[in-house]
Structures are given as C-alpha cells and as structure tokens.
C-alpha cells in the first residue's frame, strides 16, 4: 500500500509508498563491473519474480503498492535520483537553482529526453503531472500523494475550484520548468522529485477517469521515459517489458524482462534450477532459506536492512460515511474508535507483544527492532528517547488496569471499563508469509494478557486496501511500508489528513511538529530539524498510530549470469539500464 517518496509502496507493500523509484543512481561502488564480453548475439531474457500479483495500475500518480512498483522502476523517472548517501542527483533534469530564499526552484530539463511512443520530454509534461495531483477530483479518484502538491503557490485556489490557474509549477519554457512554494521549502528537491506522467496521453483524460483508462492499465498503452516498455501482460501471472531502443541514457543490453508471479513455496527451487533470474523487490527471500540460497553456485546474495518497516496499526479514528462516498478525508469528521481511545490501551498492547521472538522465530534473527517511524538510515533517528516498548506482559496487564479492562466474569478475556464485552478485530492481507505467520502469534501474545482478539480472514491486497481505506470495523491491522529515501518528512504517512493515514491518527500537536520541521530559516538548521524530529518521534511512541513490529534484513537473490547489479539503499532494481547478461559461452 520501495520509495523515496515517489515511490512509496506500501506492502504488499506496501503500499509502499511507499515510495519505491524508478530512478538510476551513478555510483558504482559495490556494483559488478560492466564488460562488453556480455553482450550477446540471441534475444536475451532476464526473469525475476514476486509472489504476489500487482492489483493492475500502472499510473504513477495513483499505483499504491510495491508489485506495481516493480513495472513503473523500469518504464517512468523522475526530475532528480539520489546516490548511495542519499544526496539529489540529475536525471530528467540536468540542473537546479533555487532562488534566494529557497521558495522556488528551476529546473533545466535534458533535451534528448523522447517518451516510448516517440514525443519529446517537456516542461509541460512536469507541469501536467503536478497540475494532476492537484486537480479537485485527484483524491476522489483514489489518489493519495497530495503531500508532493499542498506546499505549492495556488495549491487550495485549484483544488477547490475557485481557478484553473496553477502557478505552483510553471513551464517557463519548454525545457525550462519552475517550482514556486508559499513558503520557502527545507525539502523543495524531494517534493519535485515525483515521477512524471506524459501530457499527450492523458490531456484529454479528466483526472477522476485516469485510474480507470486504457492508459493506466494496459501493455503498450502505460508510456514513460525510462529504459524498458511495459509490451505484454497475462494478469497475474506474467509481466513482460522490453527495452526501449532509444532510452536517453543509452540502449539497454538486455532485450526483456520478465516479471513472473510464483507463489513463494517454489520460488526458491526456479532459483536453483535458473528457471528465474532475480529475486528481489519487496520481498526478496525469506531469513529461513538464507542457507539454503547461500549453497547455489550459481546465485550471489545481497543483504541490507529494509528502508521501511512491518507495523501493527491502531484505529483512532473512522471517516465518515459522507466522507468516504465524497472521497474526502477531513479530520474534523473523524469518528473516535471508542475500543482504542485510551491511550493506555494502545501502549498495554505494544508492551504486550515480544518483537524480539518474532525477530528471532520469523526472521531468524535477520532483522531488529526500532521505535521510530523515521528510518535509521536517516540522521535524523532517534534510538533513544522515544519509548522502547521492551517486552512486558506485566506492564502491559497493568496498564489495561488501570485503563479500567479488567475480566468481570471470569472467561479470561477483559471487558470494557463498562462491562461490556470487548473484542478487537484483527486484520491483515495476504502475500507477505512472515506477515501471515506473524498474525496468529501476535493474536496469542494479547490475549496472553486477556485482550480478546478477533483475527479476520487475510484478503488479497487490492481487497484489503479498498476496505482500510473505508473501514468501519477494524481495530488493529498489519502492513509494511516502504518510506520515501528523498527526506525523513513523515507526511503523506502520519499525519491527520494523509490517505495513507489509515488509522485515522489526529493528532494537531504532532502535527505542528512535523510542520515545524519542514519550516524556514530555522528547518535548514540540521540541527534543530533533528531537535524537532526527536520530539516527534518521542510523542509518536507516546501516543501511538502504530507499534513498528521490526524492520527486516531484506535478501536479494540473484543468478551470477546479471551483470552490473548496483542496488540502491532501497531497492535491487536500480540503473536497470545498466544491467547486461554474461555469455554462456
């Protein structure tokens, strides 16, 4: 539901956003060294797989999990990429300048840039995608990644209708493109990083029509800039994209790539016989087989914790019944989750749950434990002051106590502080086996201390994500997120009015924090930026969305016959174009 921003999946994914890139990165430290010797004179192929179907969008301003992500890494990219240490570098665009007080931004765009059916890379292109994300009907129409486009001049004039004029991006001319913010902006570069979309094809598309269009979902019809064309599909279980001849950065050595979806009890064994090539994105393998792939000649691991994290979220608040039909997201309509209300319930059960045995049991100890929703490969986290929730069933017991959850009739589960029967529906999707494992055990470590758990059938991800969007019912659910590697700004997850926000979190004084990190002068302070994000973090932990279950080692696998593998802190398929086979000759 692998992303610096852009592409934020969350797993499934996330969905993700997520937010997974389609974007290469120029380094090469750590990559295998590219040969012409790999060049081959037959049709070369190259097949990864992932174990769960995408849901079948393929737009990059409303996909929402990490599965689509792995189409979009290859054929759509972005004003700017980043490196290894996570700094902004040129893509689409070759250079930026900012004006003096960082409230605009200009980017010169490349000119060499043609999208997969021949038209040139513009401005205008720029301009249409950000004009999208904005548009009135954008949320409506499913989009949640309104956080790239609230900053921006004229933004609330536009979305409510009030104009058609969008002076928040302006194509100055046409490889020339300005991004202008009602305030100068600690985080301009990443929020000009989104993906972009070709004006051509969907000019003529109204915004709330777009996820439903031929455009949007369909081989040969999904156009981007990047080095691979989505050509072929046989929904769920194959997805074909070929190299796209004329890729700015140069052909691409390899002919095809081949996503196949394989239930994940014989991924492993197509390994072994290399009947696929790549095992990666946004599951990789599992802890438990690590010996097992390690024993492959043929196969070469990568390890590297996950940009992102298993959560177990809390439901704060509902939307309205109005608000969900309107698809709007309004925090003054929230309805409180009365089951969730008292925090003390929320932190009872983070006590409740031994994150190091799941760590240990599922994970086989290839993963650990954080307490911040920040990921540790930023600055800006914390490991030490938020509460660290160390296992205690005690605590736990005493909190609901206290909290007034106390067993009234003897059955071993907790009733409200009422009396009445108290029971806390438990869901989560299907796809991710440690996720599924993971449910029944966390369902007995609650009840362990007579919280009484009702653990819901897994639905497939698009069923699951349709129903957290509108949910009514749930109290607890399970999901990952792939963050955004671009900067550690937590909207578009945890704050109140963000569509990925799916406990319905509201929280104004963690708000304004988050607020406050992202404002002049004093946010271009990295110091007191970290000050503000400690801060935050401490009240997350306090309050709790979501307890972070533990943040994964991910393994990739791959078939040592690819060639110029480069992964990126956030996922395996970066500088695709760069990829090429070895010969077997």
């Known amino acids: 539901m692998k992303k610096r921003k852009a592409w934020l999946s969350f797993l499934a994914f996330l969905f993700i956003f997520g937010i997974l890139t389609a974007c290469g990165n120029n380094e090469e430290a750590d990559s295998d060294e590219q040969s012409d010797e790999g060049e081959s004179q037959e049709e070369s192929i190259l097949v990864g797989v992932m174990d769960t179907a995408p849901t079948g ?3 990059p301003i409303f996909y929402e999990e990490a599965y689509e992500a792995n189409i979009l890494s290859f054929t759509h990219e972005s004003l700017l990429t980043q490196n290894k240490k996570l700094e902004f570098e040129p893509l689409l665009a070759e250079s930026w300048e900012f004006n003096e007080d960082h409230s605009s931004v200009t980017f010169k765009l490349r000119q060499d840039v043609y999208w997969h059916d021949g038209e040139q890379f513009t401005a205008d292109d720029v301009v249409f995608t950000y004009k999208s994300i904005a548009d009135p009907d954008y949320i409506k129409a499913g989009g949640v990644r309104t956080s790239y486009v609230t900053k921006l001049v ?23 493109v300005t991004f202008n913010f009602k305030e100068p902006n600690v985080i301009a570069l990443a929020d000009a990083s989104f993906p972009i979309i070709p004006e051509h094809i969907f000019k003529d598309i109204p915004v709330i029509d777009m996820p439903s269009a031929d455009e949007s979902l369909l081989p040969n019809k999904v156009i981007g800039t990047g080095p691979y064309k989505f050509t072929q599909m046989i929904e769920g279980q194959e997805y074909h994209l070929t190299k796209n001849e004329n890729y700015w950065q140069g052909e ?20 072994e016989k290399g009947e696929i090539d790549f095992v990666a994105d946004p599951n990789g393998f599992q802890a ?6 390690d024993s492959m000649d043929h196969v070469k691991i990568i390890e590297q914790m996950d940009f992102g994290y298993q959560i177990l979220g809390f439901i704060h608040n509902f939307r309205t019944e109005e608000d969900m039909e309107n698809g709007v997201i309004n925090p003054d309509n929230f309805v409180p989750n009365e089951k969730l209300a008292d ?11 031994n994150r190091p045995y799941l760590i240990k049991g599922l994970l086989h100890d290839r993963g650990q434990v954080i307490n911040s929703p920040i990921a540790k490969q930023f600055e800006y986290f914390d490991g030490e002051n938020p509460e660290q929730y160390e296992f ?4 736990a017991k005493q909190l609901l106590d206290e909290a007034g959850y106390v067993d009234t009739n003897g059955d071993g589960f907790r009733e409200d502080p009422n009396g009445n029967e108290w029971v806390l529906n438990m869901a989560y999707p299907k796809g991710n086996v440690i996720r599924e494992k993971s449910a029944p055990i966390i369902e007995e470590m609650l009840e362990e201390v007579g919280i009484n758990i009702n653990l819901l059938q897994p639905l497939d ?23 955004s590697t671009t900067d550690p700004d937590p909207s578009g997850l945890w704050t109140a009015a963000d569509a990925y926000n799916f406990g319905r979190w509201n929280n104004p004084e963690a708000d304004a924090l988050v607020q406050k990190a992202i404002t002049p002068p004093n946010a271009f302070d990295s110091e007191f930026r970290k000050q503000v994000y400690s801060d935050w973090q401490v009240m997350f932990q306090d309050d709790l969305p979501a ?9 990739y696998a791959y078939n040592t016959r690819l060639k110029g593998v480069n992964p990126s802190p956030a996922s395996f398929l970066n500088d695709v174009h760069k990829w090429y086979l070895e010969s077997e000759e």
């Open 252 to 271: 691409p050595q390899i002919e095809k790539v081949v996503w196949k979806v394989v239930n994940q009890d014989i991924i492993l064994s197509l390994l």
């Open 461 to 483: 991800m698009s069923a699951y994500v349709e129903q957290l969007t509108n949910n009514t019912e749930w109290d607890l659910y399970l999901l990952g997120w792939s963050l």
């Open 154 to 176: 004229g933004y609330e004039e536009y979305n409510s209708g009030e104009t058609d004029e969008f002076p928040g991006v302006v194509a100055e001319d046409d490889f020339t």
């Open 343 to 353: 925090k003390r319930v929320r932190q009872a059960i983070a006590y409740a749950i």
């Open 547 to 555: 307890l972070i279950l533990y943040v994964k080692n991910t393994l």
């Open 57 to 59: 969008q393929f737009n």
């Open 392 to 395: 205690n069933p005690e605590k």
């Open 288 to 293: 438990a087989d690590y010996d097992k792939v």
